[in-house]
């Protein structure tokens, strides 16, 4: 479960930046509660064309306070594109896809992802 989530959008001319942080919050087998910490950055840029081409960065460190060293982290970036399928009502449904690379040796070389996602505007 990823929940809360604390989103950060900082709108430019050009590139559009935006940031996730993460909280998740593991039960342990011996019942003590860890909070975790993931991140995702992505940029986009170019925002006259249909389909933006930009790039997006994850990483999972780990528990607070117990980080796994960076060579066991979920680390992962790569090239995406982005694009608006239509509004529908107070929002707008986008789709963005891409390849990210893994960046440590505990995750997976390549990975593709694809995202479809309803964004509220108020």
Do not use: C
Request: proline share 7%; hydrophobic share 40%.
């Amino acid at each position: 479960m990823k929940e809360p989530q604390i989103i950060e959008f900082k709108p430019s001319t050009s590139v559009q930046q935006q940031t996730r942080s993460t909280i998740d919050e593991h039960l342990l087998r011996v019942g003590h509660v860890l909070a975790e910490l993931a991140a995702a950055w992505q940029v986009k840029f170019g925002r006259q064309f249909v389909v933006e081409p930009g790039f997006q960065i994850y990483g999972e460190p780990g528990a607070f306070g117990h980080f796994a060293k960076w060579s066991n982290q979920d680390n992962r970036g790569g090239p995406q594109l982005f694009g608006k399928i239509f509004d529908i009502g107070p929002g707008t449904l986008e789709w963005n896809g891409g390849i990210l690379i893994g960046m440590t040796k505990a995750v997976p070389v390549v990975t593709p992802r694809w995202q479809l996602e309803y964004e509220i505007h108020y």
